[in-house]
């Protein structure tokens, strides 16, 4: 069925395409050609113009074949932009089963592997007249600047984004892997405001923001909080000369968890190292945080597992479960109401130049978002 050597020819002709995330223009217009040469209606979305990168989010429809529409419509969804350094991506096969670039960039399999499988997949459907209902295929762009590009739809959601089923093809592991659950994220920004005056003559009519910041940190708890729940300090930037008693101190940071209550209670935790250190030493704390996307959380009992896991086994892989502490856009479709999970890919040592792609895990995508389509008209 799976075509092995049109799938590595897809593969290596989309990472040959600049696609550095911010700049997608080139490969957004690529995909809408080839989707739109495979008989899909190409949408693009207008959030181009809100995250300010290259290409909107595509969602590409491939309708339900005759007498089948009343058969659940499952999205699948990849990013379509890369990682740095993605410029002039040069392949290479090796004789070992592996797909890596020249040494000097990344390889860009995360997540050109999951378009390829997609592209694959649609044409085995096609050949072999596969019964099926709707299909979604949604590229996002922007994944890899923070999924601002399913951040941006998400606030309003086009009307074609309905489906029953939704797999993101963009999990670390090897095929057969299902990431059933990942936190919500907290952005977190923190100023503390002192009072400047010289270091030398007078600084005890000074306030260090710095000695309040540092005095506030080592009160939060970070790292990891528990199995469920983690907190970091990004950045921390303030004062300049050494004879003033710096005036101001901006905190950069973030917060993490798969349960809401306790994602609520470190952030709490957080602002009140920031009020009472500040009230102490007679400073002002501005605490503000923004959730960027939300969580999600399944077992195997429920629908959208036990469809990928039923895939699974149908082409011979063993499917498992894991936890991952990292998002993806697998939260947003979550989040706009699609049950997602996000799939293991099979890439190794993404977002380095030591990158590769095994053939092997390349052919089992495809033959996995084949299978769920089965499954799926199965029910």
Do not use: W
Not at 335 to 357: D, F, S
Request: proline share 4%; glycine share 10%.
């Amino acid at each position: 069925m799976i075509q092995q050597n049109r799938l590595v020819d897809q593969f290596l002709q989309l990472v040959r395409i600049d696609s550095e995330t911010k700049y997608e223009q080139q490969i957004g217009q690529a995909l809408k050609t080839l989707f739109g040469e495979l008989g899909l209606t190409v949408f693009e979305d207008d959030t181009a113009a809100v995250t300010g990168h290259g290409s909107g989010n595509l969602i590409c429809t491939l309708e339900a074949t005759p007498g089948n529409e009343n058969l659940p419509t499952v999205l699948f969804t990849c990013h379509m932009d890369t990682v740095t350094p993605g410029k002039g991506i040069k392949p290479q096969v090796g004789d070992d089963g592996y797909i890596r670039s020249d040494g000097t960039t990344i390889l860009g399999s995360d997540d050109k592997a999951g378009i390829a499988a997609m592209v694959e997949a649609i044409r085995v459907l096609k050949e072999q007249s596969i019964p099926h209902g709707k299909l979604l295929f949604v590229i996002t762009a922007g994944e890899e600047s923070g999924l601002l590009g399913s951040r941006a739809m998400a606030k309003q959601p086009p009307k074609q984004l309905a489906a029953k089923y939704g797999y993101a093809l963009d999990s670390n592991g090897s095929v057969g892997q299902i990431a059933v659950a990942a936190p919500t994220q907290a952005r977190i920004q923190i100023t503390i405001k002192g009072r400047s005056a010289h270091a030398g003559v007078n600084p005890e009519d000074g306030v260090s923001a710095i000695q309040v910041a540092s005095k506030a940190i080592s009160r939060m708890p970070l790292g990891r909080i528990d199995f469920e729940t983690t907190a970091n300090i990004g950045s921390f930037a303030g004062g300049g000369a050494t004879n003033i008693v710096c005036e101001r101190v901006d905190i950069a940071a973030e917060a993490r968890s798969r349960e809401q209550s306790k994602l609520d209670r470190q952030l709490e935790a957080m602002r009140q190292a920031c009020e009472s250190a500040a009230e102490e030493m007679g400073a002002k704390a501005e605490f503000v945080s923004e959730i960027i996307y939300p969580a999600y959380k399944y077992d195997e009992s429920a629908p959208v597992v036990k469809l990928a896991m039923k895939a699974l086994e149908s082409i011979g892989r063993k499917p498992s479960t894991f936890h991952t502490g990292g998002g993806s856009d697998a939260n947003m479709f979550n989040g706009m109401g699609i049950p997602t999970v996000n799939l293991a890919v099979g890439y190794e040592n993404i977002h380095t130049t030591e990158e590769r792609m095994p053939i092997s895990e390349l052919k089992a995508v495809a033959e996995l978002v084949v299978a769920i389509v089965k499954e799926a008209a199965n029910e």
